[in-house]
């Protein structure tokens, strides 16, 4: 498909948002971070910028720190917190990259965090965040269910909620992903990353509309959970999407914050189906030489997808993890 | 098992090898190489470095051109030719790595590159040779058929042999793995690598030996094609063992060359069981989220069989590279 522009675009600068992130928030997070996550590498193959007919610069977070790029926003988070606030530990609600992120910041930090999971998340996922030493709360597995264990657990411990993306401070600190491959590349003419909360692309686009103007800014989504593509289509948040996609970190919906940023700042979002997040995951693996999660290879799927309208450009790619079960891949069909 | 050392060692400097091969031709190769190879990256992981009870720095080749430090040598061995000698082409025989090497190293240069290919190799490999422009001829699956159709091209077309690794430009080519590695990390205890014909491993021991006497070197080889482990222990070349492993880039015996090289210079082999070998290739995937074949888990194996003599040092190990089909991965078991 041919990527969607939104249209017609909105005025800049009319929400509260502006004010809480920006370039400067997030070269802070840059600063704050520095000591804990990793500089990650961009890595480019041939073989891929033959099949796509561009340059391909591939940002892998797959080697960040818990193995995604939600380190970053998690350890900023944690980092940006008072002494005081920070005693009383953080809180937050994820079955995935976010809780492992949060559970390793706050023991970086050496402050308690607990992570409401729902009863029938992913054992591998379980295990991953206990394993940074964050306590595990159970919840039945609905949104109100969550919601609820999560507003008890603050009641009761003080603790600070770190919501997986809707928080400027989780925000900017994944715009550092942006911060970084723009220090790395010279002269990038589109920027892709992928959209589930919407948190990522978020912080890239604060920190890609700052730094390099003229950088188009393309998010890209599972059509089997379209929601940020039909939001902004909507010029509304439709958070009504039951999402369906093996991406299982991008079956979140945008909140409004995430929402109100991109809607400002990205050129369009960019849809690929089921069959070929799986292909261009395999052609990741096989031609970078890397493990990434479904979630990271979205990116590519929609661009391979859309190649035409990105022939001949120096492309940014943001492969955001690469959390993956080795023992349960999507190949061979 | 304890790593093994080989005893007693052999006085230095009585082969003729050493007049061949010495640092400077591998500053040489690194010089030639540079506007062609990778500077491959180095990679950690703290959950690797608790298993292993020691600190470990994994050069990574299979983010070399063609996914493997093959490229090294050959790309060596093909610019080191003289004007008249390289119009003639250059040929080889393998079916792996090396032939996709020799290939793209022949192209970059703009000759041609023959190589002899046995009947039964796997087609993906065979595909590989042949995407990087070179001949492939086919011969029967036998050694004695392999050197017959190499000869017969040689005296047909005048081409250059570039053997694998019983080749001083090519084995120069490899040392530049260890020269990378010791710039990029300070004070290497102990130096792993993988051995089929001992290319790599030799390159290797000529360039820390040289630049780091200190440094321990090790050689990691499959149990069951243990022929570097059992020629250094009986101190006399032996090439009768029938190698079944999974590491399909280690079934290759010593030539006299790799062998003179290591007797001299290595502290031992240590050898690794296929199933541990399984193993560590699925934690090398899992925690440093790469995508290494079987020939570069050997190493990381070994290591954890032998932990205890490694214990707190700083262990640089080499991941030779990275092409493996992902169809066919052997797990789960």
Chains 1, 2 share one sequence.
């Not at 930090?109 to 998340?121: D, H, T």
């Not at 993306?165 to 010279?186: H, K, M, N, S, Y």
Request: glycine share 8%.
């Amino acid at each position: 498909m041919r990527p969607m522009r939104t249209d017609p675009p909105p005025a800049a600068g009319t929400t509260p948002t502006d004010a809480v992130v920006d370039l400067s928030a997030i070269l802070d997070a840059a600063a704050r971070i520095v000591p804990y996550a990793q500089i990650t590498p961009v890595l480019r193959a041939d073989a891929l910028d033959d099949l796509a007919g561009c340059e391909l610069h591939f940002k892998c977070e797959n080697f960040q720190r818990i193995g995604a790029f939600k380190f970053r926003g998690a350890c900023n988070a944690v980092f940006a917190l008072d002494d005081a606030t920070a005693a009383c530990g953080v809180v937050t609600q994820s079955s995935g990259n976010h809780g492992a992120a949060l559970a390793l910041a706050a023991r970086l930090r050496g402050i308690g965090a607990q992570v409401v999971v729902p009863e029938n998340a992913a054992k591998v996922k379980r295990a991953a965040i206990a394993s940074y030493g964050a306590r595990i709360v159970d919840c039945a597995p609905t949104m109100a269910a969550r919601d609820a264990a999560t507003a008890a657990l603050i009641a009761r411990t003080g603790a600070e909620l770190v919501h997986p993306f809707a928080d400027p401070r989780v925000i900017a600190g994944q715009g550092t992903v942006a911060l970084e491959l723009l220090r790395q590349c010279d002269s990038i003419d589109a920027l892709i990353a992928p959209v589930g909360g919407g948190g990522l692309l978020s912080g890239c686009a604060i920190a890609t509309r700052a730094l390099s103007p003229r950088t188009t800014l393309w998010g890209a989504e599972p059509e089997q959970a379209a929601d940020a593509h039909d939001s902004l289509r909507a010029n509304r948040l439709l958070d009504d999407r039951v999402p369906d996609t093996i991406c299982d970190g991008l079956r979140g919906h945008l909140a409004p914050i995430t929402f109100a940023i991109l809607r400002e700042r990205i050129d369009g979002i960019m849809l690929a189906g089921e069959t070929q997040i799986v292909a261009a995951m395999r052609l990741l693996w096989q031609h970078l030489k890397i493990v990434v999660e479904p979630s990271s290879a979205v990116t590519l799927a929609a661009l391979l997808a859309a190649r035409e309208h990105f022939a001949g450009q120096r492309v940014g790619v943001v492969l955001s993890g690469g959390n993956v079960d080795l023992d349960a891949l999507p190949w061979p069909p």
